[in-house]
């Protein structure tokens, strides 16, 4: 698990290392898991590093998408207004530009390239941490090795590419107005999706 928070130019050789180490004291499973680690994007490096040493931080951003996810559903519900969910946007917003600038930091001092699309997938990573339970648990753990993206109703994808299909599952019959009130939902749910993703790109 240290290998993670190693400088990406040394993961290699210690993962190595630390498997010749295993093999030496007869740990062969051991030593076959660690030699398959994948060695992490710039991206998903950066965000170990940030949860390593900004705890704080990313708890900030966290309880900021609770509180955004809290005001999509009763804004959705029709318990809360639109003024709510783009000041829960907002400030899931702020702590992610946090974030985001103290990855450049890091990135920075570990002599890597500082590319706009290198933050944007951090940038990413962290927005799915944000919202949705299974990046936040890959994330806590610190040891991802590819960037996350959060693709709202289609759910989490790996990487920066096109979501991948899922496969439909059959569901019970439905009747017309049952129907008609769970399309209007989902509209509304896309709608605030793009709302409050809205000057994020």
């Not at 450049?104 to 500082?114: P, V």
């Not at 096109?162 to 599952?169: D, E, L, Y």
């Amino acid at each position: 698990d240290e290998l993670y928070g190693l400088p990406l130019e040394r993961f290699t050789e210690e993962r190595n290392a630390l498997a010749k180490q295993l093999r030496g004291e007869s740990q062969r499973e051991e030593a076959v898991r660690v030699g398959k680690l994948r060695k992490p994007s710039a991206a998903a490096w950066a965000v170990n590093q940030l949860v390593r040493t900004q705890r704080r931080e990313l708890n900030a951003l966290f309880k900021a998408g609770d509180a955004l996810k809290k005001a999509q559903a009763e804004v959705l519900s029709g318990g809360a207004s639109a003024g709510l969910l783009r000041k829960a946007a907002d400030a899931e917003r702020a702590a992610l530009d946090e974030l985001v600038q103290r990855a450049r930091g890091l990135l920075s001092g570990a002599g890597n390239e500082l590319s706009p699309a290198r933050l944007e997938q951090v940038s990413e990573t962290l927005h799915a941490a944000a919202l949705d339970e299974n990046a936040r648990a890959l994330v806590k753990d610190g040891r991802l090795e590819r960037e996350l993206r959060f693709v709202g109703l289609g759910g989490l994808v790996p990487g920066a590419g096109r979501p991948r299909p899922q496969a439909r599952k059959s569901a019970p019959a439905q009747d017309p107005a049952a129907r008609r009130r769970e399309l209007a939902a989902r509209r509304r749910a896309e709608q605030i999706g793009r709302a409050s993703g809205r000057e994020r790109v």
